[in-house]
C-alpha cells in the first residue's frame, strides 16, 4: 500500500516537532512549507483556505518564538539587548566547540560577565540576568514543540 500525501505530510509535522530540539533546524519553517506543499499538491483544495494561513502563520510564529525567547526572556531578567546578544553569540560559538552544554555556558556566563561588566559589585542581579537568559534558551524549543504539536493535530484533523 502507497502511504498517502497526507500521512506522509503529518509524518512530516511530527517530525518538525521532535526536531525542534535540534540546534539549527528550522523548523517551524518547515512545518510552514510542509502545509503549503500539501495543499499544492491536492490544487489547494485541503485544508481548506483559513486553516491553511492559520497553520502556515502558527508555524512560522513558533520559529520567530525559538528564535527570540532567550532575548525576551534575559530582558525579562533585567539584562541589556548588548548582553543578551553577547550571549547568545558566545553560546553559538561554544555550540561549535563543545555541544550543546557549550551554548548553555557560552550563553550563562557570558549574560553573566556583561552584566556584571554593566553592574559591577552586583553579582546577584548578574547571577540572575544569566538564569533567565539560561532558561529562555530552554524553554524557545519548548514553546515552539508545542505549538508544531498543536500545528500536526489541527492539520490531521482537517485533512483525515
Do not use: K, N
Amino acid at each position: 500500500m502507497a502511504p498517502s500525501a497526507a500521512g506522509i505530510a503529518i509524518v512530516l509535522l511530527a517530525g518538525w516537532t521532535v526536531s525542534s530540539f535540534v540546534p539549527f533546524v528550522p523548523s517551524g519553517v518547515l512545518a510552514a512549507l510542509t502545509v503549503v506543499g500539501y495543499a499544492y499538491t491536492t490544487g489547494f483544495a485541503e485544508p481548506g483556505l483559513g486553516v491553511l494561513l492559520a497553520l502556515v502563520l502558527v508555524s512560522l510564529l513558533a520559529s520567530a518564538a525559538e528564535l527570540l525567547a532567550g532575548l525576551i526572556s534575559g530582558r525579562l531578567g533585567g539584562a541589556s539587548t548588548r548582553a543578551v546578544a553577547v550571549g547568545t553569540l558566545a553560546g553559538i560559538l561554544l555550540l561549535f566547540v563543545v555541544g550543546p552544554i557549550g551554548l548553555v555556558v557560552g550563553v550563562g556566563g557570558a549574560a553573566f560577565l556583561e552584566s556584571l561588566y554593566e553592574d559591577a559589585g552586583e553579582p546577584r542581579v548578574a547571577v540572575r540576568r544569566s538564569v533567565y537568559a539560561v532558561v529562555g534558551v530552554f524553554a524557545g524549543p519548548f514553546v515552539q514543540a508545542v505549538m508544531l504539536a498543536g500545528v500536526a493535530v489541527v492539520f490531521a484533523l482537517s485533512v483525515l
